[in-house]
């Protein structure tokens, strides 16, 4: 059971918009510490998507977007496409667990 | 462009070590930037932080897996390894190496990472 929530599954259909969330506690995103956000494509490694709560690496679409409140953050995707189907993942560092922790992930399917 | 390739036996015995090497290509593991970091997936399941080590030798495990790991640099060939003991099948997952942003405090982050190896511990 991870110390992040995230719901395990969000659907849309391509070209909406959809939202996954991560949700933390005083121990972690509470604390101030940031969180990032990876994609996971069927069968490769994480991707890193998100830095720092909303920033994009280079080469990731604006489409891909990420904020933080209090003890919670969540990714947005627009412009849904086929090719974000997908396991995303968010990440920060556990004041109580003495280490980073990761999401349980949520799996993003494209209707 | 940097890369990161996971090394190592993909069976491993219950009680037995587990072994891997993560080469770095294309940057110094010297690189003051950077900690280098392993990262495991069971199979279906979520993403768990191992440890991590500077080039300097300095390294922080999680403390869940701390009696059983270790992880060491070696500057010379580019490589970080990391050693698991005592496995069970409960360490059976694709083990994963990514260098890791030294960012404000102990907000870092996971960036690239290794296409990642596949260890199972059956006898």
């Known amino acids: 059971q991870s110390v992040l929530t995230q719901p395990p599954s969000v659907s849309g259909a391509p070209g909406r918009r959809v939202t996954i969330s991560c949700v933390g506690s005083?121990?972690?995103?509470?604390?101030?510490?940031?969180v990032h956000w990876y994609q996971q494509l069927p069968g490769t490694a994480p991707k890193l998507l998100i830095y720092?709560?909303?920033n994009r690496p280079s080469g990731v679409p604006d489409r891909f977007s990420g904020s933080k409140s209090a003890t919670s953050a969540s990714l947005a995707i627009t412009g849904l496409q086929a090719g974000d189907e997908a396991d995303y993942y968010c990440?920060?560092?556990?004041?109580?667990?003495?280490?980073?922790?990761f999401g349980g992930g949520t799996k993003l399917t494209v209707l | 462009q940097v890369q990161l390739q996971e090394s190592g036996p993909g069976l491993v015995k219950p009680s037995q070590t587990l072994s891997l090497t993560c080469t770095v290509s294309g940057d110094s593991i010297s690189n003051n930037n950077y900690y280098w970091s392993w990262i495991r997936q069971p199979a279906g399941k979520g993403l768990e932080w191992i440890g991590r080590i500077y080039f300097t030798g300095s390294m922080i495990y999680n403390p869940s897996l701390e009696s059983r790991i270790a992880i060491s640099v070696d500057t010379s060939k580019n490589q970080f390894s990391l050693r698991l003991s005592s496995v069970t099948a409960a360490d059976t997952a694709v083990y994963y190496c990514?260098?890791?942003?030294?960012?404000?405090?102990?907000?870092?982050?996971?960036?690239?990472w290794g296409q990642g190896t596949l260890v199972t511990v059956s006898s």
């Open positions: 990514a260098r890791v942003h030294v960012g404000a405090g102990k907000n870092n982050w996971f960036d690239p």
């Open positions: 990440q920060s560092y556990d004041t109580l667990l003495r280490g980073w922790v």
């Open positions: 720092g709560n909303t």
């Open positions: 005083s121990s972690n995103i509470g604390a101030g510490y940031d």
